[in-house]
């Protein structure tokens, strides 16, 4: 049998959603799973965003921004997540582009400086539905009397049929600052940067939902984990996926799908297939 996590986050949720032998390789093997340039430019744009919102209200303008992009910079290009990317100077040039059009993206949304914030990168644990749940909140801050819980994304916003998901990992964050503060937040936000902004009203039906959907996934993965049986579920993302050499379905969908002539030429894996050949 293999041990069940502590604590159940919105991304381990969502991954073993997703495929729950991509999963396992993750947060029972306990691989690496190299994070993309996306992700990448995703952590420094917050990095930066959260040393914004401890500044004062009047001193939260692009030009500090710019200044503390600078100043994080050195110890963000040392971390071993950017020092994966292996970057020559052209791409380090155009991937610190990329996080800036991330942080400045933030004043086509709002001005920070008349936001009031409670805390940034909050950590909340409750327990939800029997769930032992734990997650980061990158942003609590008050409307006048609102409680209002925030999420930064750089990426791009999603169609409406795929956006489910990403709310209702917002209101997990609510379902637990509710539990853990004693007081319901009234709005989820997903700020997609230099795009749009996502604003849900939070209601005892949405957070039923999301909450139903953390039982059902956290019953599954304690099966999962008895029985020691996790399904591989391949799809395209097996195209993304850092674990598909180790996997024979993955390899097999590759495959499938670069004969019949659907293996996308961007998806790293690919290469797994070509290499082969
Ligand atoms: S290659 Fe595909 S099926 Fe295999 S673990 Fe990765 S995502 Fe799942």
Same mark, same amino acid.
């Given at each position: 049998m293999a041990d069940v996590p502590p604590h159940l986050s919105p991304s381990s949720a969502s991954s073993f959603d997703g495929c729950p032998r991509r999963w396992k390789f993750k947060y029972i093997d306990r691989l690496p799973e190299p994070p993309g340039q996306a992700a990448v430019v995703g952590t420094f744009a917050h990095t930066v965003l959260e040393s914004l919102c401890g500044l004062t209200q009047a001193e939260r303008t692009k030009d500090q921004a710019k200044v503390l992009a600078r100043e994080l910079?050195?110890?963000?290009?040392? &971390?071993?997540?950017?020092? &994966?990317?292996?970057? &020559?100077?052209?791409?380090?040039? +155009?991937?610190? =582009?990329?996080? =800036?059009l991330a942080i400045a993206g933030l004043w086509d949304l709002e001005d920070p400086a008349s936001v009031d914030i409670v805390a940034t990168e909050q950590k909340v644990t409750a327990t939800l539905q029997g769930?032992?749940? $734990? *997650?980061?909140?990158?942003? $609590?801050?008050?409307? *006048?009397?609102? $409680?209002?819980?925030?999420?930064?994304?750089?990426?791009k916003v999603p169609a409406v049929r795929w956006r489910d998901d990403k709310i209702q990992q917002v209101m997990l964050y +609510?379902?637990?600052?509710?539990?853990? %503060?004693?007081? %319901?937040?009234?709005?989820?936000? !997903?700020?997609?940067? *230099? %795009? %749009?902004? $996502?604003?849900? +009203?939070?209601?005892?039906?949405?957070?039923?939902?999301?909450?139903?959907? !953390?039982?059902?996934? =956290? &019953?599954?993965?304690?099966?999962?984990?008895?029985?020691?049986?996790?399904?591989?579920?391949?799809?395209?993302?097996?195209?993304?996926c850092p674990f598909a050499a180790k996997c024979p379905e993955g390899l097999a969908e590759l495959t499938r799908r670069q004969d019949s002539g659907n293996l996308l030429p961007h998806a790293p894996a690919g290469a797994l297939i070509s290499s082969a050949n």
């Open positions: 910079w050195p110890e963000h290009e040392e &971390s071993v997540e950017h020092q &994966s990317l292996n970057l &020559s100077d052209e791409e380090s040039r +155009a991937f610190r =582009w990329q996080a =800036w769930v032992p749940f $734990l *997650g980061i909140i990158d942003r $609590l801050e008050r409307e *006048g009397e609102k $409680l209002i819980v925030s999420d930064y994304k750089s990426g +609510a379902a637990a600052v509710t539990q853990d %503060q004693d007081e %319901q937040p009234e709005r989820v936000r !997903l700020l997609y940067l *230099g %795009q %749009q902004v $996502l604003d849900y +009203a939070v209601t005892d039906r949405r957070i039923e939902e999301a909450t139903d959907k !953390l039982a059902t996934t =956290w &019953s599954n993965i304690d099966s999962a984990c008895t029985s020691e049986t996790f399904e591989a579920t391949p799809t395209v993302l097996c195209g993304w």
